[in-house]
């Protein structure tokens, strides 16, 4: 099995910097943005972009993690109860420019329950989609507003992305056996 650094942490926080400015640059009103991050490593994104938010554009932006175990499509009832953690969302989504973000974008299926599980809390003014690494193989017709990197891969390949602990950081691109 191989394994490949196709960005490394310096290439990551580029990413970050450059959709943050995006992100400024094509929201009409700041004062109404927030961002939530998807569980579990679109929370360290999210985190970072709302720290970039404050540091580029000096707006405290309301930040929030999102689970949306129960709203996937392709989990049984029985693997949503045993994944499902609580989402933390301290306000309401009503009114405002969501921002869902996530470590990698694939089939769309855990963007499309995220979007859900947002409505499912209110009615924001608009959702965007922010992602770092864009791969392929939508199975839904979903497209993401920010993109870090696209990176063309086959279904026989992984994209980790590692932000936290004891291990090299960046985004690795794993071939799988079948």
């Known amino acids: 099995m191989r394994k490949v650094m196709v960005m490394d942490e310096t290439a990551v926080n580029r990413s970050l910097v450059r959709i943050t400015h995006e992100i400024i640059e094509k929201t009409d009103c700041t004062d109404s943005l927030c961002v939530l991050g998807i569980k579990s490593r ?10 970039n938010l404050k540091k ?25 109860k045993e994944r499902a ?13 969501v921002i869902i973000v996530d470590d990698v974008l694939y089939t769309g299926r855990t963007a499309r329950a995220a979007i859900e599980t947002v409505f499912a ?33 086959s279904r026989k390949e992984k994209v980790s992305v590692v932000m936290q602990g004891e291990d090299t950081r960046g985004v690795f691109l794993t071939e799988t056996a079948d």
Do not use: C, W, Y
């Open 42 to 51: 679109g929370v360290v994104l999210a985190e970072i972009l709302t720290e």
């Open 56 to 80: 580029f554009a000096d707006i405290n932006v309301p930040f929030g993690v999102i689970d949306a175990t129960m709203h996937r499509d392709d989990f049984t009832a029985e693997q949503k």
């Open 85 to 97: 953690t609580e989402s933390i969302i301290p306000f309401d989504v009503t009114g405002k420019t």
């Open 121 to 153: 809390l209110g009615r924001p003014k608009a959702v965007r989609l922010a992602v770092l690494i864009d791969r392929g193989h939508r199975e839904i017709p979903i497209r993401p507003d920010f993109v870090g990197k696209n990176i063309p891969t």
